[in-house]
């Protein structure tokens, strides 16, 4: 449960950062007040921002959010957003304007530049911007704990919950998972950087 939702939460987080992180780099209007609301959710104690969650979808109209692991994936978005969109417009900095200005001139629409010229060229870099915000959901507990279904919590929840009356091989057991998987995608942020160094 905790790998998928925060597997989820960064591929949204990266998903939704690209156009974002693409005005925000190009200057375009309304693109610093996105980034300020994102800066601003990143920096909201979790707890405001779980309270904010819960008035939010503890609705009938949208209890299939809330009743769900949906919940958790959208508040690892809301409160991680700003990461991914900041490492992806620190990703989309390093090209050229005058790539893109070249494929506007061959007839090469917004989107068509977006996904067919600057996400491959630049897709180690939203992978480490991936890898960075998978890292930040897997680790969160202050968010996870206030919205969490019944019956899918989270590693972080299930490793707090055992920790006071918990077997303690049990509670060491998940500790070393948590770390394993954290680990795991330093790791590969780490091979990802080396690469980026070496070019």
Do not use: K
């Amino acid at each position: 449960m905790s790998l998928l939702s925060a597997a989820c939460a960064a591929t949204a987080i990266v998903a939704l950062g690209v156009p974002l992180a693409h005005a925000l780099v190009r200057q375009r209007p309304g693109a610093r007040l996105v980034d300020g609301l994102a800066i601003l959710a990143f920096l909201t104690p979790a707890a405001v921002l779980g309270v904010g969650l819960i008035e939010t979808w503890n609705r009938p109209s949208t209890a299939w959010v809330y009743a769900s692991l949906a919940i958790v994936v959208v508040g690892f978005v809301a409160r991680y957003a700003a990461v991914g969109l900041r490492t992806n417009a620190s990703v989309f900095a390093q090209s050229s304007v005058r790539l893109e200005e070249s494929a506007a001139v061959l007839g090469g629409s917004y989107l068509r530049r977006l996904v067919g010229l600057l996400v491959p060229l630049h897709a180690r870099g939203l992978l480490g911007a991936w890898l960075l915000t998978l890292v930040f959901c897997l680790r969160d507990l202050e968010s996870a704990i206030l919205t969490y279904p019944a019956g899918g919590a989270p590693l972080t929840v299930r490793i707090f919950a055992l920790e006071a009356n918990g077997p303690e091989p049990v509670v060491a057991a998940l500790a070393c998972v948590q770390v394993g998987l954290i680990a795991s995608a330093l790791v590969v942020l780490g091979i990802l950087a080396r690469l980026g160094a070496g070019r």
